[in-house]
């Protein structure tokens, strides 16, 4: 069964995100808080994690669409293309916030994710999730935890998250109920923003 940590956003244990940090660098799988809904998450670098993921998603990992939770925009130029100055001015207007902004990737994309051209970047409004990124020393691979009631699409209670994933992941972050509104995705790879999904992010950038 998984390992449940209660962690709070207003004062986060350090030693226990440093102990998580280390227990994602090893193949890990997290269950973690956002400013939008619970993330599923592992280590980017490790590909074994990694697959791990993208069958529990019941996806190929080539074709994946996870987010890399990022720290802060400092991040960047390692997995993508050169932006030009509007676009960067945009996404540090917006972030931190409940934003993925997809953007075009460049040759340091980890090789399973080679034949991607574009990388969806996060970097959410919630220290525990920030404060595991600067943990671990590079981004987090991410994808929301769905809920299979027709009402709720993603699960926010955390007893019902580790009761449903609780032998399926390696530790679940306990930080009391999350949201229920996924994170709005932007597509900043042509002239013009392209809104692909609203969610809690305002669509007014």
Not at 14 to 35: C, S
Not at 160 to 175: F, H, Q, T, Y
Not at 186 to 198: F, G, Q, V, Y
Request: proline letters at 4%; aromatic letters at 6%; a negative charge.
């Amino acid at each position: 069964m998984a390992q449940v940590i209660k962690l709070y956003e207003e004062n986060t244990d350090q030693k226990q995100l440093i102990k998580i940090a280390k227990a994602m660098r090893d193949g890990a799988l997290v269950i973690y808080p956002t400013d939008t809904v619970y993330g599923l998450g592992c280590d980017i670098t490790n590909k074994a994690a990694l697959e791990k993921v993208a069958h529990l998603k019941g996806v190929k990992l080539e074709k994946a669409n996870f987010s890399f939770i990022c720290e802060d925009l400092s991040n960047l130029s390692d997995y993508t293309a050169q932006i030009d100055s509007s676009t960067f001015k945009l996404l540090k207007r917006n972030l931190p916030g409940p934003y993925t902004f997809v953007l075009n990737g460049n040759n340091n994309l980890p090789s399973v994710f080679k034949k991607k051209k574009t990388v969806g970047i996060r970097v959410p409004d919630n220290a525990i999730a920030t404060g595991l990124v600067k943990a671990l020393g590079n981004p987090i691979i991410s994808t929301s935890i769905k809920d299979d009631d027709e009402v709720l699409e993603y699960t926010t209670d955390p007893s019902l998250i580790e009761e449903k994933w609780g032998k399926l992941v390696d530790i679940i972050i306990d930080a009391g109920y999350g949201g229920n509104i996924g994170s709005t995705v932007i597509d900043l790879t042509t002239s013009e923003p392209t809104l692909i999904r609203e969610g809690k992010g305002s669509i007014e950038l």
